[in-house]
């Protein structure tokens, strides 16, 4: 799980978020795991890849991020 790449677990996370959120939280441990071993702070996402990429889709993916711990931010 630590052998991912930021990229890698981000991509991991698109796929689970199209796949009915399917392991979510395993992907999410691992996008952390990479983060802390990376030194990056937020998590950066393309709201184009995401299944609801709403406002309020955004705000649920953010505020359930932020309770395992990852602050998500969004690509312009």
Do not use: T
Request: hydrophobic share 40%; no cysteine.
């Amino acid at each position: 799980m630590s052998d991912l790449s930021l990229n890698q677990a981000i991509d991991n996370i698109y796929a689970s978020i199209n796949n009915d959120n399917e392991d979510i939280d395993l992907h999410i441990a691992a996008l952390k795991a990479a983060m802390v071993r990376d030194g990056v702070k937020e998590a950066v996402f393309d709201p184009g890849k995401l299944a609801q990429s709403n406002r309020q889709g955004r705000k649920i993916m953010q505020s359930y991020f932020r309770q395992k711990g990852v602050k998500v931010s969004f690509a312009s």
